[in-house]
């Protein structure tokens, strides 16, 4: 019989995903976690139902060691892999830190390409089959399965790469991965890889190929992908495609791919897909990172839609323009962006929703000036509607700042101090002095207490871009005011100011819709 035949006999019935995002992607500059930060991601990947977690190194640091061992300890659902090069010391390490798990798995690594083989290891082939050799029959019968990664695979010689794998599946590898390590490959290579190497690596039958991907080409899942149709029955992937560089195949999009289209790809995954958007965000809070609004799957736009003729599709029928459910990823339910691109049929649509019915004469006239405030502020809010429709300001907050000055008190705890002014069409100026352990708290505690409000700052973004005549901030804030969030946005010459004027402008959207009339309003919510 031959290997492939082997193979297709015995194929598992679905394809294992396998997380990195807590060693490859935990390893990446700006991803790293503290331990309590690390088993709450841990958690929640026992939660999507991962069939294996990459829990870290062992022997990088005693840190990894101690965080692979908790997680080793509290999560009993999915395989805790450990990563390991091919020396006695790693295996021994990750032996160590695997102890309490419930099912161990050695991840063990070994480049086989020309250059890594001659700038890094310094080893010929023979020495690279060697170390595989002694690697492995250290490892075997310590672990419940073992993994052999032939690093930067994709740019080994096909024939070298064939020996290196069926070394490693003679002496008890259980997964053969292929690493694109450097993420130079693309999809019709690796199809015809992995289909070269179900059909020609001589194995014992359970022994499955796996996929590697790493995104410098912004091909990471189409390789993965790829790579399945190609044979490959595990993929190596982490949540938000954090990882090495350009990071590695995102899970949430390669999972959501399979699932979306079973006509191509008829193996399953078993993960949970509504804990999607809940892993996103806990990465998000634990690496205190951010993702990019318009990210597959999990960002702020997935299922938001702005533009006048997809908004007419999707109040006809969301499939029109919705290709899976929010609710299937875990998402809140799809929005209708109210901007500069929508059209009558989502204006009066939300505006019926919030109990206005604007007679037919005077809608052109009410159209006009929802296309103004959308000039004017991007997003139009429920609030921002609401106070439309009651005459309230629509220019942006009527509070308007004078002057801020910040000041930090010398010594071993410095505390920040601000003094605002602003000035009110009503009230006039008014300035307050607080303090606070940033100078953005404590000039937002001062403004809260001159404009008399009790707001918690839920969110708040800044960034810097570049413009013709230097830079400027810009900043995007989200509060809960009585129960209710607002989120507003503001552009400033510095951040202390772009920060005010985004919590000035989101206070006058609450304080809009306050003041709606009641028997409209009460089915609304302003975000
Ligand atoms: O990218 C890579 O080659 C790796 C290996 C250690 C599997 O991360
Ligand atoms: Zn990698």
């Not at 020996?163 to 690493?179: Q, Y």
């Not at 109990?355 to 809608?363: I, L, R, S």
């Amino acid at each position: 019989m031959s290997a492939s035949t082997l193979m297709n006999d015995n194929a598992p019935d679905h394809v294992r995903i396998f997380d990195t995002t807590l060693r490859d992607g935990e390893q990446a500059p700006g991803f790293s976690m503290l331990p309590d930060e690390k088993i709450a991601v841990a958690r929640m990947l026992e939660k999507l139902r991962v069939d294996v977690i990459e829990a870290g190194f062992a022997a990088a640091s005693p840190g990894d060691t101690e965080a692979i061992r908790q997680i080793a300890r509290e999560i009993t659902g999915p395989t805790i892999c450990s990563l390991a090069r091919a020396t006695v010391r790693d295996i021994d390490a990750a032996m160590h830190a695997l102890e309490p798990a419930r099912r161990k798995r050695a991840h063990i690594f070994l480049a086989t390409s020309p250059i890594h083989r001659e700038a890094k290891l310094r080893m010929s082939r023979t020495e690279v089959i060697a170390a595989i050799e002694t690697a492995l029959t250290h490892a075997r019968g310590e672990f419940d399965e073992i993994e052999f990664s032939a690093e930067d695979a994709l740019r080994t010689e096909p024939d070298f790469l064939v020996e290196a794998l069926e070394c490693a599946a003679a002496h008890g590898a259980d997964v053969l991965n292929i690493p694109d390590t450097v993420g130079y490959s693309e999809p019709t290579e690796i199809y015809e890889l992995f289909k070269h190497l179900s059909e020609t690596v001589t194995r014992p039958a359970h022994v499955i190929f796996s996929a590697h991907c790493h995104n410098d080409l912004g091909l990471a899942v189409a390789n993965s992908l790829a790579a399945v149709r190609g044979g490959a029955r595990q993929i190596e992937c982490a949540i938000n495609g954090i990882g090495e560089r350009a990071g590695n195949c995102s899970l949430e999009e390669v999972v959501m791919a399979m699932r979306v289209r079973p006509d191509v790809f008829t193996v399953p995954c078993h993960v949970d897909t509504t804990e999607l958007v809940p892993a996103s965000q806990t990465l998000i809070r634990a690496t205190r990172t951010t993702i990019a609004p318009n990210k597959a799957i999990v960002g702020r736009n997935a299922f938001a839609h702005e533009a006048g003729i997809h908004q007419h599709g999707m109040i006809a029928d969301r499939r029109t323009y919705e290709i899976m459910t929010p609710e299937s990823v875990g998402a809140d339910s799809s929005s209708l962006i109210l901007g500069k691109h929508s059209g009558k049929h989502a204006l009066f649509k939300r505006m019926a929703e919030l109990g206005y019915e604007p007679a037919a004469d005077e809608q052109d006239d009410i159209f006009a000036r929802f296309k103004a405030l959308a000039d004017a502020h991007g997003e139009v809010t429920e609030a921002d509607l609401v106070g439309l429709m009651e005459g309230f300001s629509e220019s942006g907050a009527r509070w308007e700042v004078v002057r801020t000055e910040l000041r930090t008190t010398a010594g071993p705890r410095p505390k920040q101090f601000a003094r605002v002014e602003l000035s009110h069409p009503e009230r006039g100026r008014m300035s307050d002095i607080a303090s606070g352990d940033g100078p953005v708290a404590a000039a937002f505690a001062a403004v809260q207490r001159i404009t008399r409000t009790q707001a918690i700052i839920l969110n708040l973004e800044t960034r810097m871009t570049r413009t013709p005549s230097g830079r400027e901030f810009m900043a995007e804030i989200e509060i809960e005011i009585d129960g209710r969030q607002v989120s507003g946005r503001a552009r400033g010459p510095d951040v202390v100011t772009a920060a005010i004027d985004s919590l000035l402008f989101s206070l006058e959207r609450a304080h809009a819709f306050a003041h709606a009339d009641p028997e409209k309003s009460h089915t609304a919510t302003a975000v």
